[in-house]
């Protein structure tokens, strides 16, 4: 695999090295090279469940139909930022739909908002979002005006920040579950990255644990799915990028 000088500084600021793609690349200290790891054989592809078809969805708005949503993509973002179906919509400061492109050949899904995501009123802000960008950047996409093929689409499993950055309860997945199926419908991706448990679990209807779901390739609604994980957990678990690295190349792969 051939890297720009773009895609090797990203790799560096994720903190991967890869000699082998690079044997003149030098890691900048010896901390940053990942633990070695044993490697194992392709795992066949597997076909999750799908999760329900948009006739079947009862939408949080009870007064909207379904179909008028997918109508019109202003609609149905109005829809999501005038949402009282769960709790949070008395506590939130705001309703984040999404950001990017509607037409985006690769949609990402991330889990919650974050405490600056519903401060500046746009996801994909702080240091996680910054991460985002970099991980999506190393293979060629980004969240910033581009054409379909290099601009993502990127939502969140719930669309409104949770009290003190607790787990969303299930309630409250539920009620913005119509909502990220219309949005999917919509934007019609040729692949899907969720980024985070929560995101997985919401969109392919399992309880299985990030660890089992990924290094396999999903469907959900006949269009391939890839999990990886979140940015905010990359943060934490720095040790875990190298394995986000290979879903990356999963999903470039798809795309191509």
Not at 8 to 24: C, F, N, Q, T, V
Not at 224 to 248: E, F, N
């Amino acid at each position: 695999m051939n890297l720009s000088a773009l895609e090797k500084a990203m790799l560096s600021e994720m903190g991967i090295y890869w000699p082998h793609l690079d044997p003149d690349l030098k890691a900048s200290s010896a901390d940053m090279a990942p633990a070695p790891s044993k490697k194992t054989s392709p795992k066949p592809t597997s076909i999750a469940q799908p999760a329900a078809t948009l006739k079947n969805v009862t939408l949080p708005l009870s007064n909207t139909k379904p179909q008028a949503l997918v109508q019109n993509w202003e609609v149905l973002k109005t829809a999501i930022h005038d949402c009282q179906a769960c709790p949070l919509g008395q506590v939130r400061e705001q309703a984040l739909d999404g950001m990017g492109n509607s037409q985006a050949d690769c949609f990402i899904l991330g889990e919650t908002p974050s405490e600056w995501d519903d401060e500046q009123g746009q996801l994909a802000t702080g240091d996680a979002g910054t991460l985002l960008k970099m991980m999506l950047r190393s293979i060629g996409l980004t969240l910033e005006e581009a054409t379909p093929d290099k601009q993502v689409f990127f939502s969140t499993a719930v669309k409104c920040k949770p009290p003190r950055q607790r787990n969303p309860h299930n309630s409250e997945l539920e009620a913005c579950r119509g909502f990220l199926q219309h949005q999917i419908e919509w934007v019609k991706p040729k692949v899907i990255l969720a980024v985070g448990r929560l995101a997985a679990q919401q969109l392919l209807g399992t309880e299985e644990a990030l660890g089992a779901l990924r290094g396999r390739t999903h469907l959900y609604q006949s269009i391939p799915t890839i999990v990886t994980y979140s940015p905010a957990y990359l943060l934490r678990h720095p040790s875990d990028k190298a394995g986000t690295w290979q879903d990356l190349c999963r999903v470039k792969q798809l795309l191509a």
